[in-house]
Nanobody, 122 residues
Framework: QLVESGGGSVQAGGSLRLSCVYS????????MAWFHQPPGKEREGVASRKTDGSIHYADSVKGRFTISHDNTRNTLYLQMNVLKPEDSGVYYC???????????????????WGQGTQVTVS
């Protein structure tokens, strides 16, 4: 199970930190990612990480967003800085416990999803 939190409304230039708590007794997911779905548009990957240390960011968020995790809290984070109105939308946490997961930004790479948290930048 994945549960996101931390969304809200913020002015352009501001910051938010999203959290995703994972549970289910399967240990730490091998691959995890954050996806963004703007209103009326498709869901897109913005940041991902794998237990081998590899991290990927979408070009649109490089230098502004940072993905991190805390194993002791079973939590994945997305620190979002210098937010823009186009960052608005629903943010989803995704995970895969398979050793063979790729850890990229593709939708089909992840089997487990959270319910999403809304971010509004004005």
């Amino acid at each position: 199970q994945l549960v996101e939190s931390g969304g809200g409304s913020v002015q352009a230039g501001g910051s938010l930190r999203l959290s995703c708590v994972y549970s289910g007794g399967n240990g730490y997911p091998v691959c995890m990612a954050w996806f963004h779905q703007p209103p009326g548009k498709e869901r897109e990957g913005v940041a991902s990480r794998k237990t081998d240390g590899s991290i990927h960011y979408a070009d649109s968020v490089k230098g502004r967003f940072t993905i991190s995790h805390d194993n002791t809290r079973n939590t994945l984070y997305l620190q979002m800085n210098v937010l823009k109105p186009e960052d608005s939308g629903v943010y989803y946490c995704a995970a895969d416990w398979s050793f063979y997961c790729s850890g990229g930004l593709g939708l089909s790479e992840y089997n487990f999803w959270g319910q999403g948290t809304q971010v509004t930048v004005s």
